[in-house]
């Protein structure tokens, strides 16, 4: 064999040897891709077009090359030759290793499908912190999430309210019904619970028929009431399956951080407690760890139930308490104080039920009934001879941001006729923080000609400035300054300088509370312009109001009421 046919054998070898490498790269199961360094396509195996059918070899322009070129900057900067990654394609994972041939300058992009792999990681993951029957978050995980929220509600200075909810008689269930019938139930339970529970609170199973809550982000326990009492709800109607249905109900215990402990596990431990208290209870109803928070409730829900009665039943009276001008000794108003005459628990302090009915809405036909019998009062007293009589009227803040107060007013005003001029209405300063619907509607009643005073002026945050920019008529001085006068130095001078300032921006000032003569006098001195407390009258009944109206302007030398005969010596001039 001559010396060329020898080489065109080795050839032959060495290409049909290098063809059957090639075939190893083009049926490699896993895409490849080769790039030059400008990331144009050089290579694509067989793969590539068996895994996507939409591959082009148009440059980059495949999902699967995307942010392949920074990579590979990246590599030439630090020096290094492979990098690999994770990435996703049409819902599919890849191990994606992106090396550097240096010698001719080329790049080799290498995909491992590990989609498999990640479901069964996915899969152990879930186990491991997830219910399997209703794929809640299990034990383990609720304790974690219970952990961050604690540590969030300690940062914001927030309660965590952890609830534990226990199925009534789920035992029963399960042995007439079958264990199938039982695990169907508790997943419709866990669906509901669900959608019951706010965005960003958990809801957890904890084994067997338990479940366990977290509320984030409570401002107030009412909220934690008013979600406890929600998910009681939620087994008002029978749960459905298949051709039965199953009425259900739960026991919930509540305990609340920081109140009832301080880490998760005392936290589901107080809440379990509580829990076996409801149970103990009757079932079907939710208790709180701490005992006081117990009776609270139960106060305010029998108050709660009671209050509808109220209107219906005609157990909302008005008392009156009449306003005394300094420099005439007259009797210039009377202040409208509500009273709810219960027909068991007598008379009910409104500092006691305006709350309340703030809350649940009542306020909105309360505030309308008690405007429109205040203002016909008025009238009738007019009628009786006892004319230019004002009245004041106390608007709660949440009343006031409640109600059309304007329409309100208009027409307690227009049914009663009585002359808007006449009608004072008590605005606490609390509302004087609040925007710029505030200060149209002091405008708007003050345009119809109605009068607004600032009641317990000094309690809240006060600022003379507020009062020039809403525009008000009178303050009314809160009573625990009037209170101390005699003794504190401090209230001397805070109400001395309330009066000057006052007057100095033309406004009314009247002190509540005024109980003695030495307060009586001290505010004399200082041009206070009315006064209204015990030391005169404490608020009466329409009728005894109007005996003590009679009795002061006609029968000049009787007091007009015990506790004031002293006043009254001082006044009568
Ligand atoms: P307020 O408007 O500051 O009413 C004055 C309160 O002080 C009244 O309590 C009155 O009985 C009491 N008082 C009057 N003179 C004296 C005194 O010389 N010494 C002492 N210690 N107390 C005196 P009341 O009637 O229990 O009302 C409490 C609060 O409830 C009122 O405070 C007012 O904020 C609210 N309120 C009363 N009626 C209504 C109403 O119709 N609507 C609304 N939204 N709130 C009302
Ligand atoms: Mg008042
Ligand atoms: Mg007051």
Same mark, same amino acid.
């Given at each position: ?16 040897? #290098? ?21 144009? /396509?050089?290579?694509?195996? #067989?793969?590539?077009?068996? @895994? ?36 996703? *394609? ?8 992106? &090396?550097? &041939? ?7 992009? %290498? ?31 609720? *304790? ?80 934690? /009431?008013?979600?406890?009492?929600? #998910?009681?709800?939620?087994?008002? #109607? ?9 009425? *259900? ?5 509540? &305990? ?57 039943? @005609? ?159 009178? +303050? ?30 033309? +406004? ?22 009315? /006064?209204?407390? %015990? ?39």
């Amino acid at each position: 064999m001559g010396e060329f046919d020898k080489n065109s054998a080795l050839l032959e070898r060495s290409l049909r040897e #290098l063809k059957r490498l090639s075939t190893f790269l083009d049926h490699n199961p896993n895409p490849i891709v080769e790039l030059d360094r400008n990331g144009a /396509i050089t290579y694509v195996n #067989l793969a590539v077009f068996q @895994k996507f059918l939409d591959f082009t070899t148009e440059r980059n322009a495949h999902p699967m090359l995307t942010g392949v070129m920074d990579v590979v900057a990246r590599l030439w900067e630090s020096g290094e030759v492979v990098a690999t990654r994770e990435i996703s *394609i049409g819902g599919d994972r890849y191990e994606q290793q992106i &090396s550097l &041939s240096l010698e001719n300058q080329l790049v080799r992009v %290498y995909l491992n499908d590990i989609t498999q792999r990640k479901h069964a990681e996915e899969k152990i993951l879930r186990q491991a912190h997830y219910d399997a029957l209703t794929g809640l978050p299990n034990r383990f995980l609720f *304790i974690d999430r219970l952990n961050q929220s604690l540590a969030r509600g300690k940062r914001r200075g927030q309660m965590v309210g952890v609830l534990f909810l226990d199925l009534d008689n789920f035992k029963q269930v399960n042995d007439t019904l079958g264990h199938t019938i039982g695990d169907t139930l508790l997943q419709h339970v866990a669906k509901r619970i669900e959608s019951t529970i706010r965005e960003g609170d958990t809801v957890s199973r904890l084994g067997g028929d338990e479940f366990a809550i977290i509320l984030v982000d409570l401002d107030r326990s009412e909220d934690i /009431i008013r979600i406890s009492q929600k #998910l009681l709800d939620i087994f008002l #109607l029978p749960i459905q399956l298949k051709n039965q249905e199953i009425y *259900i109900t739960a026991s919930i215990g509540i &305990s609340i951080y920081p109140r009832d402990g301080k880490v998760s596990e005392e936290l589901l431990q107080n809440a379990d407690t509580a829990m076996y208290r409801a149970k103990e209870q009757g079932r079907n109803l939710y208790q709180f760890f701490s005992s006081e928070m117990n009776l609270k409730i139960a106060e305010k829900l029998s108050l709660e139930m009671a209050m509808r009665q109220m209107l219906p039943e @005609k157990q909302l009276l008005l008392y009156y308490q009449p306003i005394v001008e300094l420099s005439s000794g007259k009797i210039v108003g009377m202040e409208a104080l509500a009273r709810w005459k219960h027909p068991e628990w007598g008379l009910v302090s409104p500092s006691r039920f305006i709350p309340i009915a703030e809350e649940t809405g009542l306020i909105v036909p309360i505030g309308e009934h008690i405007l429109r019998m205040a203002c016909a009062q008025i009238h009738c007293w007019h009628d009786q001879g006892f004319q230019n009589l004002h009245v004041a009227v106390n608007i709660s803040a949440r009343q006031f941001h409640r109600q059309d107060i304007l329409q309100t007013v208009g027409s307690a005003l227009s049914e009663s006729g009585l002359t808007a001029s006449l009608l004072d209405i008590e605005l606490t300063e609390s509302i004087l923080q609040s925007t710029e619907f505030t200060v149209a509607t002091i405008f708007n009643l003050r345009a119809k000609g109605v009068k607004v005073s600032i009641d317990d002026f000094g309690t809240g945050y006060s600022s003379f400035s507020y009062l020039k920019r809403f525009s008000v008529n009178k +303050l009314k001085i809160d009573r625990s300054f009037i209170q101390d006068i005699a003794t504190d130095p401090d209230d001397r001078v805070i109400v001395k300088t309330i009066i000057t300032l006052a007057h100095s921006l033309r +406004l009314k000032v009247i002190a509540e509370g005024v109980e003695t003569n030495d307060q009586l006098d001290f505010l004399r001195a200082h041009e206070c312009d009315e /006064i209204q407390g %015990y030391l005169f009258s404490p608020p009466l009944t329409a009728e005894e109001a109007t005996q003590c109206l009679s009795k002061w302007q006609y029968v000049s030398d009787v007091p007009p009421h015990g506790r004031g005969a002293l006043l009254y010596n001082v006044l009568i001039f």
